[in-house]
């Protein structure tokens, strides 16, 4: 069975190219133009991957990559955006993307990253399964995983896909090193430089949450990694 692609844009011609392009690499194509519609969409043709534009009628991509991650939290998304500058790139992360790819880009780039995610979340050995707990205890605080929510002593808090992930995976390792390598390769793919800042940005966030709960602390071990302590 050919691999479904669930791919949101709303420019006719470029929509139009880039699903012959997939196609003609033996994907299944579903191109939706409308932000309204992506959601039906999805429920019926139930994809393998997203690939999402951010500018589009009814509802931008960053919404609509946050509703699709309280549907399937391991659905794989790429972003396919002409807006450019880093706070765009980092708010496509934090929104629930796996990765963002910027316009003008090469068909040949994009299926090399499409196959890249769909190989990371078919044979990450640690990724969410159904098998794995959905909500998390530690301190005072409750970790729910499906719907990426955090609640502390200060209230409920909703989570990115990777914040989730992160924290997860420093919840499994509480008072032990969780490694900056092991993270990136596990939720990001890949510990480039970009992917390194990105992983700070959103440690930065979980810190802020966690920085007045009593008994937890989250330790950066310079050049090796972090510690929940709890």
């Avoid at 609509?64 to 980092?90: C, G, H, M, N, Y």
């Avoid at 909500?135 to 719907?147: E, P």
Wanted: aromatic share 8%; hydrophobic share 40%.
């Amino acid at each position: 069975m050919n691999l479904k692609v669930l791919y949101v844009e709303d420019e006719p011609f470029l929509s139009r190219i880039v699903s012959d392009g997939l196609k003609s690499s033996g994907y299944n194509v579903q191109a939706v133009a409308d932000g309204n519609l992506v959601m039906d969409a999805y429920a019926s043709f139930k994809p393998d991957i997203c690939v999402l534009d951010i500018m589009l009628p009814s509802k931008d991509g960053y919404t609509l990559a946050k509703e699709l991650r309280k549907f399937q939290p391991d659905l794989p998304i790429i972003f396919l955006s002409a807006k450019v500058l880093t706070a765009d790139v980092v708010e496509g992360f934090k929104s629930g993307g796996n990765d963002y790819l910027k316009k003008p880009f090469s068909m040949d780039e994009l299926l090399v990253r499409m196959e890249a995610l769909l190989h990371l979340f078919k044979t990450q050995p640690d990724a969410i399964t159904d098998e794995s707990p959905k909500v998390y205890s530690f301190g005072n605080c409750r970790l729910d995983t499906v719907q990426q929510r955090l609640t502390t002593s200060s209230g409920e808090h909703s989570l990115s896909f990777k914040e989730c992930a992160l924290l997860q995976m420093m919840i499994m390792k509480k008072n032990d090193v969780l490694e900056r390598q092991e993270a990136l390769l596990k939720i990001w793919g890949e510990d480039s430089y970009y992917n390194t800042r990105s992983m700070d940005v959103f440690m930065t966030h979980i810190r802020k949450i966690l920085k007045d709960e009593p008994g937890i602390q989250i330790m950066n071990l310079r050049g090796l990694g972090f510690k929940l302590i709890c």
